[in-house]
DNA sequence: CACATTCGTATCAAAAAAGGTTACGCAATG
DNA sequence: CATTGCGTAACCTTTTTTGATACGAATGTG
């Protein structure tokens, strides 16, 4: 798996910690540091979804579709392609393989299965959760200096 | 993510439909469509595992270590070195940024979360429940010739 | 005891995937 | 009408994964 989906989350959370104001690919690129046309890749994929809309020009940059708490991490994973978390060998299997296709169609349930699991747990978090708990974090670490 | 868990499935279907025989890794390399190499590095750490026994030298090869309903597909991914479902992203966060690392250290709470989401669903299958569903698969194909 | 077989593993090469960069068009703002 | 910032294609680089070759050690076999 690729990490696109932990550089969504971030960006997202980014766009969450300041509402009402759009924020250019340029500065969210240089805040995870990364390039802008990466950004912009992953929000149009999100954009698709409706999680996100942009402007271009003068004052142009990106905000968030919904509000932060009506936005679920699964939603974001299922707008970036739904990759699978578990990866099917591409080889092919030998003519003769007593158990060949078969296994790899067996294991497609069990894919399908272990997908839906990851989404499940996706679900019970929202862009809220995500920057409240990355406050709280933040609170802490203050206090201890 | 690879194609690693796959391919160990695979393999170990294979053992389990031949119980009693020592199968060696240039047959299970074949099958697969691969190279004996890439068979035995896997078959190492699944060997650290417990779950197949090797033996060298003439009528060498390999053998499951249990029975294949005891042997769960959790414990193989295990046993492969257990690799992230999700990936965090590898970028440097700007030190300017507002929610930077913290959203990083939220982010690993829901991986942790995710990870044992799709063990629990792998604890679910064994290599019989696999064996099994291959050969009915084979089955069903056979009668509708 | 020489020999064939098969694992064990290091090292190298190849292929695939992911990520980053440059470039340029377009629309909107001011 | 110049500037800003998105939209995208094309291309390059890096990283990851997989495959190949080679050779040593161990274990049966005749």
Request: charged share 25%.
């Given at each position: 798996?690729?990490s696109?989906?932990?550089t969504?989350v971030?960006i997202?959370t980014?766009?969450?910690?300041?509402?009402?104001?759009?924020?250019?690919s340029?500065?969210?690129a240089?805040?995870?540091?990364?390039n802008p046309?990466?950004i912009?890749?992953?929000l149009?994929?999100?954009?698709?979804?409706?999680?996100?809309?942009?402007?271009?020009?003068?004052?142009?940059?990106?905000?968030?579709?919904?509000?932060?708490?009506?936005?679920?991490?699964?939603e974001?994973?299922?707008?970036?392609?739904?990759?699978a978390?578990?990866?099917?060998?591409?080889?092919?299997?030998?003519?003769d393989?007593p158990?060949?296709?078969?296994v790899?169609?067996?294991l497609?349930?069990?894919?399908?299965?272990?997908?839906s699991a990851?989404?499940?747990?996706?679900?019970?978090?929202?862009?809220?959760?995500?920057?409240?708990e990355a406050?709280?974090?933040?609170?802490?670490?203050?206090?201890?200096?």
């Amino acid at each position: 798996m690729n990490s696109r989906f932990s550089t969504a989350v971030h960006i997202l959370t980014l766009l969450a910690a300041t509402p009402d104001e759009r924020v250019t690919s340029e500065f969210l690129a240089s805040s995870i540091g990364t390039n802008p046309v990466v950004i912009r890749r992953q929000l149009a994929l999100l954009r698709e979804a409706g999680l996100v809309e942009s402007k271009g020009a003068k004052g142009g940059g990106w905000l968030l579709g919904r509000k932060p708490s009506a936005i679920r991490l699964s939603e974001i994973r299922e707008a970036l392609g739904e990759e699978a978390a578990l990866r099917m060998h591409r080889n092919d299997p030998h003519p003769d393989c007593p158990v060949g296709d078969n296994v790899r169609a067996a294991l497609e349930q069990v894919y399908c299965d272990a997908n839906s699991a990851i989404n499940q747990r996706l679900r019970r978090w929202t862009l809220q959760n995500m920057l409240e708990e990355a406050n709280h974090l933040t609170a802490t670490q203050a206090k201890k200096r």
